[in-house]
Structure formats: structure tokens, C-alpha cells
């Protein structure tokens, strides 16, 4: 992406390719403009300074900065990095403060603010709206595996070689990833992400800050609000991560679980496929069971059983891809080339990132946030287990990921902090495949009276400001904007 006017990231942000960084001596930062420098023990840092001819080509409406940041918080002398933020400036009189968005992922998050005065106009108009791309994405010092496109689902599916080979994919895709970067990749946990959050805050100037995450933007609001009450003002965390299940757990319960919740959706939905939910079940099984034998060529490449397991699992977020996955199904029986590749396609079967960041990044907050098993004697037999509980994901949530293989000390694990004020307000649905409800009432317990919860009837991912129900975005804008945290935990049915 190409940078109109004097960037904001050259000279700031410090990439090291494959130097190790046990023995990187202290980086020197050259100053630009738009650039604030912080420091892990700083008290206060130079204020940023906005501009839009600071943000890349097709930003609109906003602008853009950078903030300096340590790589790493317990090493001043590996260097420092850029973290790119955006900015939508309120020009309301009731402006109420700084609301950071985090939208899920993990992904670049810098073109966040912009639309968000459409898509929020109740908070666009209460705060200056604030995103970023946190560290080792997009223009924050980003990393990038260059790994063939049919591993860059990271998802591991269990492979036709069996589980050798699966734990050989594993170890291979840890070797590139660490190869082809440098110390930035062992400082992506999301704990990391919570302290830059808090010299962002610094920067602003502002005493404290809100908070909106959705999905994996939870999980940063919780580290936040965790390590930083006295500066977290009101926080809404939606469709959520639960800490205590961080990475494995999460998606052991979202292709285990979740999935199996939010079928019988699509099976009532897919009455041409079955009489019922469960026979609807049974034949998608027996499809992809049938696909693991004889793939189906495609103009688009080759169907088999894991790549209609991925489509499956991914139209499960939202009921609009349910006619394109049945039509997929109807396609694969019917053994229609051309129109199972359109379908899948659609869904996002064969989707890749030519640039290499789509892996790293994910590797980089996944591995680095949470312990994984190094020994690859405990995924297999997890792995029979589950496909056997689980036939719809064959497995995949509990098989081996590079995690195992992965060489870096683990980030600090974020620990939930329940002795602080009032001011969380957490909302999920009842059949979100990918953030199971079961996580929500999790983080609400471990918040203890910090925290309310909204359970939302529903089924998809997104409980909140991108879905249609009234009640839970009444409840989300509501508290953001100035209203009490509810006395209790409350309950939105599905709109009519």
C-alpha cells in the first residue's frame, strides 16, 4: 500500500529481518513528523501529531499517526517499533472522551475509524474514535511467513498423510515463520498489545480511555481493563475470547462445540438436504467423508473433504452464507465443478494472503500469548477423540498446530482483574460458532462485579453494532454513551 505525503512509518518503524535478537544493540529512532516516542517507564510521552496526509492511499475522513513503542517492555536495548493509529475526530460538544476499536481478528485494525461515524453514529458523535494496527501488523513493523497458499489455513484439518504428517506441516511452517523474521514475532502477545494500548494513552494525553472490541478485539479490551483500571473508563466487549482458554481451549470449543450449536441453524435452513437438523448433520459428514476419497476438481482448485469442512465451518458466522454453502452441498453431490468452485469461493475456501502476514500474525499472537503441548504424543490421541465427538471438524480444534514448535518464552498470560470499578458490559450470542457463549459467561464470572453480561438469542458471529438486533445494540450505545452498566445481567430475544 502506498503512503501519500511524508509517511509517518519510515525511519520509526524498525524491522530486523533475520538478525537475532539476543544481540541487537540499542535502535536510535529518527524523528518525522506525526511521531510520538514512548517508553516503557515513561510518565508521559510527546503528544502525537495528527494529520490526514499521514494516513495511506484511500483513508478518508480521518487521520493518521505514529506512536514509538519498545519491541520489547523488559529489554530497552532490542529497539523500538511504530504502531500505526487512526483517528475520527468528534467535532460534537458532547464529546465524552477517546473510544479505541478493535473489530476482531487478529488483523490490521488502522482503517477502523473510517466509516465508523455511518456505522456508529452514536459514538462517533460521544468520542474521537481511535484505532490501530497493533504490533507486527499491517503498518506496525508487520511480520510475514511466505508459506505455500494450502498451509496458510492455519486451521489444521487433518491432513490425507495422517497425523505424521500433520505434525510435519506444523514444524515446518514454525521454521519459516521464525526464519524469515526477527524479534518483533516473539513480542505479538496480546499483553504487549494492552501496554502499548497504555502508551497510546499517554500520547493522547487523555486521563482515560474507553474501549469497544469485538472477537478477538476482546481479548486486548480485557488485558487492558486487567492491567490498567485506573485508566480504563467504560469498556464493551462482544462475541468474546475467554482468557482462561487462550489459543487451544478456544479453538478446541469453536470447532467442537460451537459448530455443533450453530448447525442445526443451517439444518433447518437446508430442508432440500435432510427432514431434519440432524439428518442434514449426518449427510454433510458423509460429504466430506466422501471428499476425502475422491476430490472434486474445480476451476478453482481441488475440493476435498477439509476444504468443504472450512466452508462449513466459515458460513456458520452468518446466515447470509447459508444459500451458498447449501448450494455448495447440492454442487458436490450433484458433482458440479463449476458451481461448487463459485460457492466455495464465496465462503472463502481458497482465500490467501500473497503478502505472507495472514499466517505470521496469527502465529505471532496465538503462539505468543498462551503455553501450547510440545509434545506431539498429546494432540494425537486428543485429535482421534474429538473427531470421534466432533465429525463435523474431523478433530481439527484439538490437532497439532507450530504452536507446539514454536521457540519463544511466552508473553506475559494475561490475568483477569475483578477488584476495580464497574464499567465492563460484555454481550455474545447463544450459537456464535466462533466465540461459543460458553466464553462469555466465563469472562463475566471472572470480572465477578466488575461486569455485566447481555445474552443475546442468536445465532452467527456478532452480537453487537454489525447485527440486527435492536435490543443488544440499545444496550451497547446505551452504556457507551454515558448510561449505567445494567444492575443485573440481562437477556435480548432474537428480533422478530
Not at 524498525?14 to 529518527?30: D, I, Q
Not at 523500538?80 to 460538544?93: D, F, P, W
Not at 472522551?97 to 473489530?103: E, F, K, P, R
Not at 498470560?413 to 465492563?424: E, F, H, K, T
Request: net charge neutral; with cysteine.
Amino acid at each position: 500500500m502506498s503512503v501519500r505525503g511524508p509517511t509517518p512509518y519510515a525511519g520509526a518503524v524498525h524491522t530486523f529481518g533475520r538478525m537475532g535478537f539476543r544481540h541487537l544493540a540499542a535502535v536510535a529512532v529518527t524523528m518525522a513528523v506525526g511521531v510520538s516516542v514512548c517508553t516503557a517507564s515513561a510518565q508521559a510521552c510527546d503528544r502525537l501529531i495528527w494529520s490526514a496526509d499521514l494516513c495511506p492511499d484511500g483513508y478518508r475522513g480521518v487521520e493518521c499517526a505514529t506512536l514509538t513503542v519498545p519491541v520489547d517492555y523488559h529489554d530497552p536495548r532490542a529497539g523500538t517499533i511504530g504502531i500505526a493509529v487512526s483517528r475520527l475526530k468528534t467535532t460534537s460538544s458532547a464529546r465524552r472522551g477517546v473510544l479505541v476499536v478493535n473489530q476482531g481478528g487478529p488483523a490490521p485494525h488502522l482503517g477502523d475509524t473510517m466509516g465508523f461515524d455511518h456505522t456508529a453514529p452514536e459514538l462517533a458523535k460521544s468520542y474521537d474514535v481511535i484505532s490501530f494496527d497493533q504490533r507486527g501488523f499491517g503498518h506496525s513493523a508487520p511480520v510475514a511467513c511466505q508459506v505455500p497458499a494450502d498451509r496458510q489455513v492455519l486451521i489444521p484439518w487433518p491432513r490425507p498423510g495422517g497425523f505424521a504428517e500433520d505434525v510435519r506441516v506444523a514444524q515446518d511452517i514454525a521454521k519459516t515463520c521464525v526464519e524469515q523474521n526477527g524479534p518483533v514475532l516473539a513480542h505479538m502477545g496480546t499483553a504487549y498489545v494492552a501496554r502499548d494500548m497504555e502508551l497510546l494513552r499517554k500520547a493522547i494525553g487523555e486521563d482515560k480511555i474507553s474501549y469497544l472490541g469485538l472477537s478477538y478485539g476482546s481479548y486486548p479490551g480485557t488485558a487492558y481493563a486487567s492491567l490498567f483500571p485506573e485508566h480504563t473508563d467504560r469498556v464493551v466487549l462482544a462475541d468474546v475470547a475467554s482468557p482462561t482458554r487462550m489459543w487451544r481451549g478456544l479453538w478446541q470449543r469453536s470447532l467442537g462445540d460451537g459448530l455443533e450449536i450453530r448447525f442445526p441453524d443451517f439444518g433447518r435452513f437446508a430442508t432440500d438436504l435432510g427432514h431434519s437438523p440432524a439428518e442434514v448433520r449426518d449427510r454433510f459428514i458423509a460429504i466430506a467423508a466422501d471428499l476425502d476419497h475422491t476430490p472434486l476438481p474445480t476451476p478453482a482448485g481441488v475440493l476435498g473433504g477439509n476444504e468443504f469442512r472450512m466452508a462449513t465451518y466459515a458460513a456458520m458466522k452468518d446466515d447470509s452464507m447459508f444459500p451458498t454453502l447449501a448450494r455448495l452441498a447440492r454442487a458436490v453431490l450433484a458433482r458440479d465443478a463449476g458451481t461448487a468452485a463459485d460457492a466455495a469461493r464465496q465462503v472463502g475456501t481458497w482465500a490467501v494472503d500473497p503478502t505472507g502476514q495472514m499466517p505470521a500474525r496469527l502465529l505471532g499472537v496465538s503462539c505468543d500469548d498462551a503455553s501450547w503441548p510440545r509434545s506431539p504424543a498429546v494432540y494425537e490421541p486428543e485429535t482421534r477423540a474429538d473427531a470421534a465427538r466432533y465429525p463435523l471438524s474431523a478433530g481439527a480444534g484439538s490437532n497439532i498446530w507450530p504452536c507446539a514448535f514454536w521457540p519463544y518464552p511466552v508473553d506475559e498470560q494475561v490475568r483477569v482483574n475483578p477488584r476495580a470499578q464497574r464499567n465492563i458490559l460484555i454481550l455474545n450470542n447463544t450459537r456464535d460458532p466462533s466465540t461459543p457463549m460458553a466464553n462469555a459467561v466465563e469472562l463475566r464470572a471472572a470480572f465477578a462485579d466488575r461486569a455485566r453480561l447481555v445474552t443475546v438469542d442468536g445465532g452467527g458471529h456478532g452480537s453487537y453494532l454489525y447485527t440486527k438486533n435492536t435490543c443488544a445494540n440499545a444496550a451497547g450505545n446505551r452504556f457507551l454513551t454515558g448510561g449505567p452498566l445494567p444492575a443485573a445481567d440481562t437477556f435480548c430475544p432474537e428480533n422478530p
